[in-house]
């Protein structure tokens, strides 16, 4: 019996998912919309809209197939616990921010391996797997989309870090003097940190 994966791909305005083989073949796809959902509190709806969709493009393959898990690729998702964590959605109640997606996308497709990580982090493997970086065993991939992303690879694995965003490039300074950003650390903080026993040690870990 064929086996077959599903891969889904939160973006901010839309979230695209398709039936997928081992081989990197396409068999079925379709989108919901992200940007419908643009509060927290509506995160109970968004699993609900996403898990109707999958289904439907699950059970409209003519052939038999035996569905082997779920990949998804979200926003500030943590690998090492299968959630999605401080999302930009605005919402006072910091501890309503951490999302068990993961585990929600299982329930509802009855005990089915899913596996979350961030999109980025995503991108990169499916490069290193099937992309312009297969064969590479060391490098950095940019994602460009609703926002800034990045991937790091070293000695052929993903760099995922201890709590699970290591190499996220994010909120960094583009133009100095430029524009401010909410989390952007200012130059001069960073040449403080330079010139930072912090840094020296840092320096020594890494040699």
């Not at 393959?61 to 690729?73: C, M, N, P």
Request: hydrophobic residues 40%; negative net charge.
């Amino acid at each position: 019996m064929k086996k077959l994966a599903i891969g889904v791909d939160i973006g901010g305005i839309n979230t695209a998912f398709g039936l997928v083989d081992e081989n990197g073949d396409l068999y079925a796809e379709s989108v919901i919309s992200t940007k419908k959902y643009p509060s927290v509190d509506d995160y109970p709806a968004y699993v609900e809209d996403l898990c109707q969709a999958m289904h439907a493009l699950a059970d409209s393959l003519s052939f038999e197939y035996e569905l082997t898990g779920i990949g998804i690729g979200a926003p500030n998702a943590n690998y090492h616990k299968g959630t999605v964590e401080n999302p930009a959605n605005p919402n006072p109640d910091e501890s309503r921010r951490v999302f068990p997606l993961a585990d929600d996308i299982r329930n509802c497709f009855g005990g089915v391996k899913v596996l979350v990580t961030n999109d980025a982090n995503a991108a990169t493997i499916g490069e290193m797997i099937y992309g312009n970086a297969k064969g590479m065993r060391d490098f950095i991939m940019i994602t460009l989309g609703t926002g800034l992303g990045s991937g790091f690879v070293a000695n052929g694995e993903m760099i995922y870090g201890h709590d699970g965003f290591a190499g996220e490039f994010g909120h960094v300074i583009v133009e100095r003097d430029g524009r401010e950003e909410r989390f952007t650390i200012p130059f001069e903080q960073l040449v403080d940190f330079r010139r930072s026993k912090g840094y020296e040690e840092m320096l020594m870990l890494r040699t």
